[in-house]
């Protein structure tokens, strides 16, 4: 069964995945039914049959007789594209006179220019280091205070 399916879906020209989503069944449901891991169900084989109304239950099922239902049934006759398409009747005109133009209103949020402010730098006095502490990893430490500074 696994060939005849493989065949409906080479006429379709659909892969095993679009094939799965337009007959409503699990992608892995149809790679076991396509390895031969499983045989499809009743279930498969009616949805198959309900989307693709022109195969043969008999041919999909046994493998007798062709795999194109020789029977026309009224889904399969197409129908013309205008058969149930009513007349369009032109739209009338609209006068135009009676037809209001509102004013054209100016945004109430218009653009302001940013105002520039000049950036002024408080003068302070050079700031001047008065101790450094320095700690040894002998657990002692030295202070230096004002002139006694090393540099």
């Keep these: 069964m ?29 790679t076991h039914i396509l390895r031969g ?17 022109y195969v043969n239950l008999d041919w999909l099922l046994y493998g007798n007789g062709n795999m194109i239902n020789q029977e026309k049934t009224s889904d399969d006759l197409q129908r013309s594209l205008f058969d149930e398409n009513e ?5 009338p005109q609209v006068d135009l006179e009676y037809r209001k133009e509102m004013p054209l209103k100016t945004s109430e949020n218009t653009y302001k220019e940013p105002v520039k402010e000049e950036i002024r730098y408080i003068e302070r006095p050079p700031r001047k280091i008065t101790e450094i502490r320095i700690f040894f990893d002998d ?3 030295e202070i230096f205070k004002g002139e006694k500074m090393p540099f």
Excluded: C, G, Y
Aim: aromatic fraction near 6%.
């Design 2 to 30: 696994k060939d005849r399916i493989e065949a409906i879906m080479k006429r379709e020209h659909m892969t095993p995945s679009s094939f799965a989503e337009s007959i409503e069944i699990q992608r892995s449901t149809l």
């Design 87 to 91: 007349e369009i009747k032109p739209i």
């Design 37 to 53: 891991r499983n045989n499809p169900s009743l279930d498969v084989v009616m949805k198959i049959h309900q989307r693709f109304k």
């Design 139 to 141: 657990n002692t430490f």
